[in-house]
């Protein structure tokens, strides 16, 4: 267990909206695999996402939209297996649960079933109403996502900061509370005013997590591999870098490749 918590009781829904009115900040990064799982659930993370941002860091891809529902659940299986204290949370891949909340339920049950995570998470408000309303009413956990939504970059065309007009910021403290009121048992607020947060934070009693959504946010979620460095390429303003993994990676291999060439490795402790 971490230096940090002493708390070894598996987190659960109930318990991050406890925490939210003790006033304890929920700490949630993504992961897509079984050795970074355990390391960050080892390091006493609450939640763990199983985000669909594994498009991007995991395939290589620009968006997320590419990826698909099998795909998320393969992830989902491997991060499940290796977690046992954090909520393990996997998002809803894009067209998965969109415009038919009978195929919406359907994923989430396939998500639940096949891969024993906790809750998952979907992308908007009014216009998924149904979704998420069929979903629950099975009794799978949502955390809901509101603000710059990757698997809608083809209708904004830029991942630039959202809700920064009135009638945006209106239109997402509606949705905020429709996803409270609906039942959801929290809110990803990403790349919006820190002082828009901080109304949300203020009006909703459910936990909400910033990604460049500013402190006021009842937590904070991260993508791993941007607060390792292990992605060079990608530094928005609110990216705090805990690490430089590529360059220890790059060098680490960089040695090995040089030990290998020059007959250094293996040596003879190293054989049988
Ligand atoms: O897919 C993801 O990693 C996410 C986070 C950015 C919140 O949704």
């Known amino acids: ?3 940090y918590t002493e708390d070894t009781r598996k987190v659960t829904t109930h318990r991050l909206i406890e925490m939210k009115q003790r006033g304890e900040k929920i700490s949630m990064l993504t992961a897509y695999d079984y050795s970074m799982a355990s390391i960050v659930d080892a390091a006493g993370i609450d939640v763990v996402l199983v985000g ?3 498009s991007n860091v995991m395939a290589g891809n620009s968006t997320t939209l590419p990826v698909t529902l099998d795909q998320m659940i393969w992830y989902a299986q491997s991060v499940r297996k290796a977690v046992k204290r954090a909520l393990v949370c996997v998002d809803l891949p894009f067209g998965s649960y969109q415009g038919n ?3 919406a339920l359907s994923s989430a049950v396939r998500i639940m079933k096949e891969t024993g ?3 998952i998470k979907v992308e908007g408000g009014k216009e998924i109403k149904e979704s998420v309303e069929r ?3 099975a009794g799978i956990p949502i955390m809901g996502h509101l603000g710059l939504t990757p698997q ?3 209708k904004f065309g830029t ?3 959202r809700a920064k007009d009135e009638a945006e910021a209106q239109k997402l403290i509606e949705d905020a509370h429709l996803l409270e009121e609906l039942g959801c048992f929290g809110i990803v607020l990403e790349k919006i005013p820190a002082q828009l947060t901080k109304r949300v934070a203020e009006e909703l009693t459910i936990p909400t997590i910033s990604i460049g959504a500013g402190p006021y946010a009842d937590g904070q979620v991260l993508v791993i591999h941007d607060m390792l460095g292990i992605n060079k390429d990608f530094s928005p303003r609110f990216l705090r870098r805990y690490a430089d993994l590529h360059t220890i990676i790059q060098e680490a291999v960089e040695h090995y490749v040089k030990d290998v060439k020059d007959g250094d490795f293996p040596n003879e402790k190293e054989s049988y």
Do not use: F, G, W
């Open 152 to 154: 809608s970059i083809n």
């Open 52 to 54: 669909d941002s594994a």
């Open 1 to 3: 267990m971490s230096t």
């Open 135 to 137: 979903i629950l009413s």
């Open 101 to 103: 909340s009978k195929e």
């Open 159 to 161: 991942y630039a900061v």
């Open 117 to 119: 995570a906790e809750a």
